[in-house]
């Protein structure tokens, strides 16, 4: 298999006034590799996941990202002061190598056109297979000829996200960014989905990152674990050390998540 | 059912452009004369067939309804568009801009303009379609921040499809046309009533002799003979804004 990894180091990022919201967030992902972000809420996870994307709507004050897929090297930080050549090097990577999975699943898709439809622009544009059973079969969605006919009011959660998968492989993306794909779903399909995308690490090579305040599902699923608390990675390890976690942030919220769940990590 | 409509109207407006010169014909001895089957709606007290100016007059709304769909979508989407896509100070100012216009009766405006520039279904339309403009950009604006509050724009940003794609292509084209086709038909049932009250009330609508549902209406009323040549353009009136309320009603999901 090709060489597959995103690297990120040191991101900074500010908001208008100039107050720093993210400080020297540091990540890797690679083929293959299923990483968890975790953290809670407002501690920059989403922040991060649209940085990666170039759609933070914020300025970049400092760091690098480099994207490897397999011959093909990005660097759209490289030109920092030049918004514009950021820019148009981010708009290589969306989409093409780049896909993103997002909380509302529903609402990310066109409410006027039937999920086919959807999936047949973003593959044609792509160059890709416009059959859109088949991306939806690959996304793991049983019954694709009559899904692709519904629109999206007409799906559940987690076909919903489903589809969503299915667009981001139709386009083509190697790095599946998930932020938090499975709120809202209950326990079933949150399985289903969380199978779908470890199934797409396992036999595709793709990397994922879950970005996920729900750390019960970090040791079975991911490979890698990396802690957020306000704007900073304070820890990361293999998932399976979750227990080993020793920053207070990670502490505080394994043990929150053990009250809530009577025990159960 | 719509095909069926639209294929009836080009029939009419076809026919209409056949009976021209009947339509002002006068026979001075078949004034008021009763149905026949030479004129089955009778004929108006100079003798004129009521069916063939009924007829012609239906394209007395096609200018001004053409005139006024054109000017309030060219100037209402592009507003409408700015201020869903930016928001801030540019949909603030559309909202100032929405609530002044408004504030105005349309047909105030339309009398205005008439007595300003003088008399014609030019005018007419264009001002109808002015005084329009705002409500379409509105409706655009609240189109978009619906759309964009979902998480729609951000996946596709992150599919790597380009900002001026996703306004042109998905929010306005696939967003907004089934809105915009509503609009344009609610105008023009505006501006056939419109053109209608001008022309009953006389000298800002369509003058004699070209004929007007109006003007036919007004010009006949209160007259004994052919009751047809009052009542025929009240109903035929009465009719097509029952009908394009009708056509504007919305139909299940569609393509």
New interface residues.
């Given amino acids: 298999m090709a060489e597959r990894t995103l690297t990120l180091e040191g991101l900074h990022l500010a908001d208008p006034a100039g107050n720093p919201l993210l400080h020297g967030v540091s990540l890797q992902l690679t083929g293959g590799q299923l990483t968890a972000l975790v953290g809670a809420s407002g501690s920059g996870k989403s922040l991060t996941v649209r940085a990666l994307l170039g759609l933070s709507g914020l300025t970049v004050t400092a760091g690098r990202l480099s994207v490897h897929d397999g011959d093909r090297i990005t660097r759209p930080y490289d030109s920092l002061p030049n918004a514009a050549a950021v820019e148009r090097s981010f708009a290589t990577l969306r989409g093409a190598v780049l896909g993103w999975i997002p909380q509302d699943g529903r609402a990310a898709l066109d409410p006027l056109r039937e999920v086919g439809a959807q999936l047949t622009a973003v593959a044609r544009r792509a160059g890709h297979d416009p059959n859109p059973g088949r991306w939806l079969e690959r996304a793991g969605q049983r019954d694709a000829h009559r899904v692709s006919r519904l629109y999206p009011h007409e799906l559940s959660g987690g076909m919903a996200q489903r589809v969503n998968v299915a667009l981001a492989l139709a386009r083509g993306a190697r790095f599946l960014l998930a932020d938090e794909p499975t709120t809202g779903l209950d326990p079933t399909v949150q399985e289903a989905v969380l199978t779908t995308l470890r199934a797409l690490v396992d036999n595709e090579g793709v990397a994922v990152l879950l970005v996920t305040h729900d750390l019960r599902l970090v040791p079975r699923l991911a490979d890698t674990l990396l802690v957020m608390h306000a704007g900073e990675i304070v820890a990361d390890g293999p998932a399976k050390a979750l227990r080993d976690l020793t920053h207070p942030a990670a502490v505080a919220l394994r043990d929150a998540t053990a009250r809530v769940s009577g025990g159960w990590l | 059912m719509r095909a069926v409509a639209i294929v009836l109207l080009g029939l009419v407006l076809a026919l209409g452009l056949a009976w021209g010169a009947r339509a002002l014909e006068v026979i001075t001895p078949l004034a008021s004369a009763s149905p026949s089957l030479d004129a089955p709606l009778g004929r108006d007290h100079l003798g004129r067939d009521v069916l063939a100016r009924l007829v012609v007059g239906a394209w007395t709304f096609v200018t001004p309804g053409a005139l006024a769909c054109g000017v309030s979508l060219g100037i209402g989407v592009p507003i409408g568009a700015a201020a869903g896509w930016f928001g801030g100070l540019v949909a603030a100012g559309q909202r100032a801009l929405t609530a002044s216009v408004e504030s105005v009766p349309t047909l105030g405006l339309v009398c205005l303009g008439a007595a300003i520039f003088g008399p014609s279904p030019q005018v007419l339309g264009a001002l109808a379609g002015l005084a329009w403009a705002p409500r379409v950009a509105e409706a655009v604006r609240a189109r978009l921040e619906s759309?964009r509050q979902?998480?729609?724009v951000?996946?596709l940003?992150?599919?790597?499809?380009?900002p001026w794609r996703v306004l042109i292509h998905?929010l306005l084209w696939?967003?907004c046309r089934?809105l915009l086709l509503r609009q344009a038909l609610t105008l023009f049932a505006a501006v056939l009533t419109l053109e209608t009250t001008l022309s009953y009330l006389g000298d800002l609508g369509v003058a004699e002799p070209t004929p007007s549902w109006g003007n036919m209406l007004s010009f006949e009323w209160g007259i004994d003979g052919n009751p047809w040549a009052a009542a025929a353009p009240a109903l035929t009136l009465w009719i097509t804004c029952v009908a394009l309320a009708w056509l504007n009603e919305p139909e299940g999901?569609r393509?």
């Fill in positions: 759309l979902a998480e729609l951000l996946a940003e992150a599919h790597g499809v380009p998905h696939v967003g089934g999901r393509g």
